[in-house]
């Protein structure tokens, strides 16, 4: 068995979205090699509701999925397709766009003002890209959470781990998605294929990824990258991109850490980006934005 070593940690930035809204990118609009096949991460989590309700009118989609995660609030969600309904707290929506729709998404926070949830997109391989469109909206109370000896907790939201299948299924990427607690003090070793890019973000607590009985070095105020780093705590709004291996270990700190470790097969297709629609190929974009100035880029109706 080997560990994955971490390969970078970045630090999500401040970026300006739909009407206004105010968020945190852990990764986007890059090369996409390393994340493969997920494109984007945003961490939307947001105590000011100024900062969030003008939300995400009407855009359109085409060529991947969007998997939204909702830890506290609610997101009033709606499509071109007729499609409607209401995210809240611990909810879940996979979202694959396929050959395209039209859709809003406008956050509303909790008693407190709190909007809180992650967003991520993932690629579609060239052969699925002009797919029928379709929803898969799964409550909290759906998502199984198993629990082990020493008191982890891993909410299983995609894929299959420890034995326990997340109810989403039939994505592309065959993506494995957890979110994962594990207890003050304890370290942890999880399973991870090795074929599999994967990354953790940590979002409550913190703590040590790689083997924790490694040397510690030296922390620094820059981002981290390279196979011997990081040794340091990683808290809040941590993202970890880990190279090779089939074992991601944490040691947890004082308040035990909380984050998001997903993983999937890299597609390992040319990625032609623009915005919201990922294609193959410039020609496959151009036609996409021709499709929407003519009023044909839906393809499927309700």
């Known amino acids: 068995m080997s560990i994955r070593a971490v390969k970078k940690v970045l630090r999500p930035q401040p970026t300006l979205e739909g009407a206004g809204v105010k968020l945190q990118r852990g990764f986007g609009f890059g090369d996409p090699k390393e994340f493969d096949p997920f494109l984007l991460f945003d961490d939307f989590r947001n105590d000011n509701p100024e900062e969030y309700l003008a939300g995400f009118p009407w855009h359109p989609h085409r060529g991947i999925e969007t998997i939204t995660y909702v830890l506290a609030g609610q997101v009033d969600h709606g499509d071109s397709l007729g499609n409607s309904g209401t995210l809240s707290g611990g909810d879940v929506q ?7 729709i039209i859709h809003q998404e406008m956050p509303k926070g909790d008693a407190q003002g709190r909007m809180h949830g992650f967003q991520l997109w993932a690629n579609l391989p060239s052969s699925l890209k002009m ?3 379709r929803y898969q909206d799964v409550t909290g109370k759906d998502i199984p959470e198993v629990v082990d000896d020493d008191g982890t907790r891993v909410r299983v939201v995609c894929g299959n781990f420890w034995g326990t299948a997340g109810p989403v299924d039939g994505i592309a990427a065959d993506p494995i998605y957890l979110d994962v607690s594990v207890p003050p003090g304890k370290r942890k070793t999880l399973p991870v294929e090795t074929t599999r890019h994967a990354f953790a973000y940590v979002f409550a607590g ?3 990824f790689r083997n924790a009985s490694d040397p510690k070095a030296v922390k620094t105020d820059a981002v981290a990258s390279g196979a011997g780093l990081p040794a340091e705590d990683l808290g809040n709004r941590s993202l970890l991109l880990f190279d090779r291996g089939d074992e ?8 035990g850490i909380r984050f998001l470790l997903v993983s999937g097969k890299p597609i390992e297709e040319p990625v032609a980006w623009y915005g919201p629609i990922v294609m193959n190929t410039e020609e496959e974009l151009r036609l996409a934005v021709a499709e929407m100035r003519a009023g044909t880029f839906i393809k499927h109706g309700k």
Do not use: I, L, R
């Not at 996979?94 to 395209?100: E, F, L, R």
């Open 94 to 100: 996979w979202m694959t766009a396929g050959s395209g």
């Open 131 to 133: 797919t029928t469109p």
């Open 206 to 208: 913190s703590g040590t």
């Open 248 to 255: 991601v270990t944490v040691q947890a700190g004082e308040q």
